[in-house]
């Protein structure tokens, strides 16, 4: 009887011990389910487009995620200049960066893809062709290799040029100093204008075109008006080229790390943002054209046979300039292609 109790014991502590084991686990477990996750997301400009799309996209993933992940905002390079907001996304510190494409020319050549000039003509265009799946999926796999994780690409609008003295003709821009992104395609379109390209971080471009160390920049309407650069340089000469695009690119390193059910949130949630902002950015683009010339800013055209010439210079650009790059070649015929298409 004395053995069998013995064995009777024995089990009892197995038991036990398994017992205890199993609620370790279970300890260890249930926090990845209660874990909040902090989103943090950067981008340089402010009350514009890119802003409106972080908090649309914060406010359905934190009421999707039922609080598990929550959202922090930081617009107008308050976690730095665009090279170390990208640098963060990368690291995983900063969880996402919004921003135009051409700012990651250095981590992928490919997504300067989207400012080829000549391609894009209105916003409503621009939202059918990159709502195609053929366009939308390459480009949203550009960068994955160097800790980007895109979820999204919206447009933002045609460019303008915004200058300290008025530019009335094409020749006029023969010799100004122009800002332009961090893109070759960009700086080819300066040139083939006439003028010298200054690629130059967001931040700078006020202090610079108030000091007079460049002329103008080259930029969409909204950042014209939301940076108060009627105080510098009022006027804004329309070019429509190139046009530019916004992506939202995730940190990898931080998405790998989430649950697979908030990862499907955070991809849900950021093509519903994409679609919810078109809307939106038709009329804010409408209204910032207002805005420039309530502030004092005067709106310029340039005469017709003038921008069908400019056209024609810039438009072969992204063909000529991705020939010896052929990832960027096979991605701008496919996204010609689609514009094609869709005419």
């Not at 051409?102 to 981590?107: K, M, R, T, W, Y």
């Not at 204008?193 to 080259?218: C, E, F, S």
């Not at 930029?219 to 080229?241: E, L, R």
């Not at 649950?259 to 994409?274: H, V």
Request: hydrophobic share 45%.
């Amino acid at each position: 009887m004395r053995f069998i109790g013995r064995i009777t014991a024995s089990r009892a502590a197995a038991v036990l011990a398994c017992g205890v084991a199993a609620l370790g686990l279970m300890a260890q477990r249930a926090p990845a389910a209660d874990k909040t996750y902090v989103m943090k997301l950067s981008t340089a400009t402010v009350n514009d487009t890119q802003h409106e799309w972080i908090k649309m996209f914060v406010a359905a993933v934190e009421k999707d995620s039922g609080g598990r992940i929550k959202g922090e905002i930081y617009p107008a390079s308050q976690l730095g200049s665009i090279p170390r907001q990208i640098e963060g996304v990368q690291f995983g510190s900063i969880q996402g960066w919004i921003g135009p494409p051409e700012f990651l020319v250095g981590i992928d050549e490919r997504l300067e893809l989207m400012s080829a000039p000549g391609l894009f003509t209105s916003l409503e265009q621009a939202n059918r062709v990159i709502a195609d799946p053929e366009v939308r999926n390459m480009v949203l796999s550009f960068g994955a290799e160097k800790g980007l994780h895109c979820i999204d690409l919206f447009a933002y609008g045609p460019s303008s040029v915004g200058t300290r003295k008025p530019v009335r003709h094409l020749a006029e821009f023969k010799g100004l100093k122009l800002r332009v992104l961090a893109s070759p395609f960009q700086n080819e379109l300066v040139s083939r204008m006439g003028g010298t390209p200054v690629a130059m971080t967001l931040g700078d471009v006020l202090p610079a075109l108030q000091q007079g160390a460049i002329d103008g920049t080259i930029s969409a309407m909204p950042v014209f008006t939301t940076m108060h650069y009627y105080d510098a340089a009022k006027y804004v000469t329309d070019t429509g080229q190139p046009f530019i695009f916004s992506v939202a690119e995730i940190s990898k390193k931080w998405f790998d790390g989430l649950p697979p059910d908030l990862q499907k949130i955070i991809a849900d949630d950021g093509a519903k943002a994409g679609k919810a902002i078109q809307p939106w950015t038709l009329n804010f683009f409408a209204n910032q054209r207002k805005a420039w010339t309530q502030n004092g800013g005067e709106l310029i055209e340039l005469p017709k046979d003038e921008e069908a010439q400019l056209i024609q210079r810039v438009a072969s650009i992204g063909d000529d300039m991705s020939k010896t790059k052929p990832g960027l070649n096979k991605a701008f015929k496919t996204l010609a292609a689609v514009v094609a298409r869709m005419k």
